[in-house]
T-cell receptor, first 113, second 110 residues
Framework: KAGVTQTPRYLIKTRGQQVTLSCSPI?????VSWYQQTPGQGLQFLFE???????NKGNFPGRFSGRQFSNSRSEMNVSTLELGDSALYLC????????????FGSGTQLSVL | GNSVTQMEGPVTLSEEAFLTINCTYT??????LFWYVQYPGEGLQLLLK???ADDKGSNKGFEATYRKETTSFHLEKGSVQVSDSAVYFC?????????WGAGTKLIIKP
């Protein structure tokens, strides 16, 4: 059974650009959530989607957005990149509504220059 | 708001030593509690969980008990191995999101 797949694995962008990250959940999983991991702030919740509906959103500016497609694949977008957006972006999927167990992808390492 | 506090690292131990990584939480109600582990170069993996007070989660020799009275979920292992070297995260589930502790880096020396 394939795990959670995130693409690309690495990204280098410059300030002001925008970026789209992709996440394919484990087959049968309908919940996808996104987290930002940085050395200074640790792990922070971005948003969670279930059946194409955003159920919760973390405390990030509107430049961070996401969506989920009917096949449960999810994308997150960051517009007008800032240096501080450099981070490891992790996607996690879960089968059930109460998210008792999340399966994480390996992440996309974003560097903003 | 809800939060998780865990002991700062790195924690350095010799092989076969006893391990405790402290975790305390602040929450309304009784959220599910988790320990996740991040091995070098790998993604986060669920290590164990507990969903209600007095539950004990266990996996791979690690244990943690959900203590409502002390709002704690300390991680313990009786005899650590070099392969346990990793970063350990305590977390609680709140409204479809995980709220994380800062992580504790564990280094086990042979």
């Amino acid at each position: 059974k394939a795990g959670v797949t995130q693409t690309p694995r690495y990204l280098i962008k410059t300030r002001g650009q925008q970026v789209t990250l992709s996440c394919s959940p484990i087959s049968g999983h309908r919940s996808v959530s996104w987290y930002q991991q940085t050395p200074g702030q640790g792990l922070q919740f971005l948003f969670e989607y279930f059946s194409e509906t955003q159920r919760n959103k973390g405390n990030f500016p509107g430049r961070f957005s996401g969506r989920q497609f009917s096949n449960s694949r999810s994308e997150m977008n960051v517009s007008t990149l800032e240096l501080g957006d450099s981070a490891l972006y992790l996607c996690a999927s879960s089968k059930d509504l109460i998210l008792e167990k999340l399966f994480f992808g390996s992440g996309t390492q974003l560097s903003v220059l | 708001g809800n939060s998780v506090t865990q002991m700062e690292g790195p924690v350095t131990l010799s092989e076969e030593a006893f391990l405790t990584i402290n975790c305390t939480y602040t929450a309304t109600g009784y959220p599910s509690l988790f320990w996740y582990v991040q091995y070098p170069g790998e993604g986060l993996q669920l290590l164990l969980k507990a969903t209600k007070a007095d539950d004990k989660g266990s996996n791979k020799g690690f244990e943690a008990t959900y203590r409502k009275e002390t709002t704690s979920f300390h991680l313990e292992k009786g005899s650590v191995q070099v392969s346990d070297s990793a970063v350990y995260f305590c977390a609680l589930m709140d409204n479809y999101q995980l709220i994380w502790g800062a992580g504790t880096k564990l280094i086990i020396k042979p």
